[in-house]
């Protein structure tokens, strides 16, 4: 079973920088992508980006491209979230997502349905306020 701890989660300034981290355990297929989603109380679950694990090809949601970066370390694996530019309504719960399908636009949301199990991690709280 995969399991996905995140950390790296605070408070920050507007406009300031936090970096998310999420090591990956169990994993025991060599296709798979990562990702890094978001909730608010009372809101859905929403994409921030994604990163396939075979050639790293990104995928990142409007509300963050341009200012979010999403990288990985596939020696490990582990993904991370360098976040520029925070703003008030980044605030939320950052969950870090394992899919078992090597494409970071599947695995974001955004195209067809795949095989397997998705597993989650119990999320980091950021907090963007002055």
């Known amino acids: 079973q995969v399991q996905l701890v995140e950390s790296g989660g605070g408070l920050a300034q507007p406009g300031g920088s936090l970096k998310l981290s999420c090591p990956a355990t169990?994993?025991?297929?060599?296709?798979?992508?990562l990702g890094w989603f978001r909730q608010v109380p009372g809101k859905e679950r929403e994409g921030v980006a994604c990163?396939?694990?075979?050639?790293?090809?990104?995928y990142y949601f409007d509300s963050v491209r341009g200012r979010f970066t999403i990288s990985r370390d596939g020696t490990k694996p582990t993904v991370f979230l360098q976040m520029n530019g925070l703003k008030a309504d980044d605030t939320a719960m950052y969950y870090c997502?394992?899919?078992?399908?090597?494409?970071?636009?599947?695995?974001?949301?955004?195209?067809?349905?795949?095989?397997?199990?998705?597993?989650w991690g119990d999320g980091t709280q950021v907090t963007v306020s002055s």
């Open positions: 997502k394992f899919a078992p399908v090597d494409n970071e636009v599947i695995a974001c949301g955004r195209g067809g349905p795949y095989d397997g199990t998705d597993y």
């Open positions: 169990g994993i025991t297929r060599p296709y798979f992508a």
């Open positions: 990163i396939a694990n075979g050639d790293g090809a990104m």
